[in-house]
């Protein structure tokens, strides 16, 4: 069973949203380090079947779901009938609040008209669209699939099936790409009306192609320069910064992504998909013949304190932060007991608002030097 193996179910909260990892892609993009394999329509039969399995041997473990996450890989690779498949395998085995998040991520150029037909019936309420950037040469370097065109054509396919809760993926930080280049990227997501944006720079990890190839992202800098440019550039556009690397029109941030950003539970089902209890977190093996086979999952325990300083410092990675009172319920501890000193040292230098009894948030200078504040309270 998808549980912890140290906590026995019954003493455990539930869990309150769900991840859901479809492993497989058409082709590995240059920077990407995440688990995926060729999507070969037998193991996709195989992974279907042995997922649904795990919901049903999970589900009790389950309160109503606030969210559900579907992400990869690329989830659009799976057919329309299989994507149709998994939706009402999730609704058939877990109960769902009225309002819930139900999002997808999607790239643009394997998204068909049946597809965002399946998606919308499924009950999908947000699509995530992977475009990385708008320029040609860029998505070269990037090792990027698709044209350009498509992204326009998808948010328009979506719209049409009735999914109006829009989000792009774009990454900084490539080499070559100017702050203006940056810029107008960042403008044209914004033009395309989407409700939510994210901004990652580039990392180079080892094992991705752009590693062996060396390549080498932009200087800080330009990173600098350019995370100040997307603020300037989302702001006109009407998204405003919720998270170090996201902006959303008002009541469009990612609730999935907030709640795990906040300690809430959640569970994760399929190939290298994360689990949080409140107290363990555990991962699924990144093979997905292991996990096919019911591999055991690598399971992370840290003592209470020690977990509660994570949620903590997870939290403040948000524009919201944390309520004292809120963080106590989500915990048990007392943000001023538990880090006190490392809180104060942070007030002091520009990176929190903090102090006690009151709201403790990042300022934007602590937004832009999260490591930072990762760094003192963990």
Known sequence: MNLSPDIPAAAAPPFESLYVHVPFCRRKCGYCAFYSVPAAAA?????????????????????RLRSVFLGGGTPSV??????????AAVRSVFTLVRDAEVTAECNPESLTPAKAEALAAGGVSRVSLGVQSFQARHRRTLQRGGAVAAVAQAVARLRGCGVRNLGLDLIYGIPGQTVA????DVGRACD??????????????EGTRLAAAGVRPADDDRLLAMWERAETVAAAGGLRRYEVSNFARPGRECRHNMDVWHGR???GCGPAACSFD??????QPSDLNRWLR???????????DERAAEVLAFGLRTVAGWEPAAFRRRTGYDAWSLRGDALADLARDGLLTARRGGRLAPTARGLLFHDWILRRLL
């Open 181 to 184: 280049e940056w810029g107008e």
């Open 265 to 267: 539970t959640y569970l």
């Open 43 to 63: 193991l996709r039969r195989r992974y279907l079947d042995r997922l649904t399995a795990e919901f049903a041997e999970s589900a009790e473990r389950c309160s």
């Open 78 to 87: 799976l057919t329309a009938r299989e994507m149709a498949e998994l939706l």
């Open 294 to 304: 019911r591999a055991p999952p690598a399971v992370d325990v840290l003592p209470a």
């Open 192 to 205: 395309l009306g989407v409700q939510h944006l994210s901004t990652y720079a580039l990392t180079v990890e």
């Open 278 to 283: 409140g107290r363990a977190r555990w991962t």
